[in-house]
């Protein structure tokens, strides 16, 4: 064994990434639809406390499913989570929206006295309609 001895194989990686997860995070107790979101949710922050933080309501997992499989739009305020979906698992070529770069935003978060995030969020308007909004991160 090498000091460069580590798994190259990304469908391995994953695997194992998940596996420990599920070992770790106590999501037994979820419906399985939920488990799978929770599972992904943990997989991308890398918190397995986020669990206690995390609530949904009856339908909500196939609800998102189904607007998805539609072709809804996905909403992020941030784009390191704009840049972290993974597109080609995305079952209609969704469309992925950010506004933190718009050009008017900073003026508007200005005028609202708030961060550049919170006033790209008020620039999705009516196209929010039947999205999916992933609120990001804190670098």
């Known amino acids: 064994m090498t000091a460069y001895d580590y798994i190259r194989d990304p469908a391995e990686i994953y695997r194992?990434?998940?596996?420990?997860?599920?070992?770790?995070?106590?999501?037994?107790?979820l419906p399985g639809a939920v488990q799978?979101?929770?599972k992904r949710l943990?997989?991308?922050?890398?918190?397995?406390?986020?669990?206690?933080d995390f609530d949904?309501?009856?339908g909500a997992i196939s609800a998102g499913q189904s607007?998805?499989?539609n072709?809804?739009?996905?909403?992020?305020?941030?784009?390191?989570?704009?840049?972290?979906?993974?597109?080609?698992?995305?079952?209609a070529n969704n469309q992925i929206v950010c506004t933190l770069n718009r050009e008017d935003v900073p003026q508007h978060a200005a005028k609202i006295k708030n961060t550049r995030s919170?006033?790209?969020?008020d620039l999705w308007g009516e196209d929010l309609e039947g999205g999916i909004v992933v609120i990001g991160n804190a670098p």
Do not use: W, Y
């Open 16 to 29: 194992q990434s998940f596996a420990t997860v599920e070992a770790e995070a106590g999501i037994h107790n």
């Open 36 to 38: 799978a979101v929770v």
């Open 42 to 52: 943990i997989h991308s922050c890398g918190m397995v406390d986020v669990i206690d």
């Open 56 to 58: 949904f309501s009856q």
């Open 67 to 69: 607007a998805l499989k």
């Open 71 to 91: 072709g809804c739009a996905i909403f992020s305020d941030v784009e390191m989570v704009k840049a972290g979906v993974i597109t080609r698992l995305l079952p």
């Open 118 to 121: 919170a006033a790209a969020v």
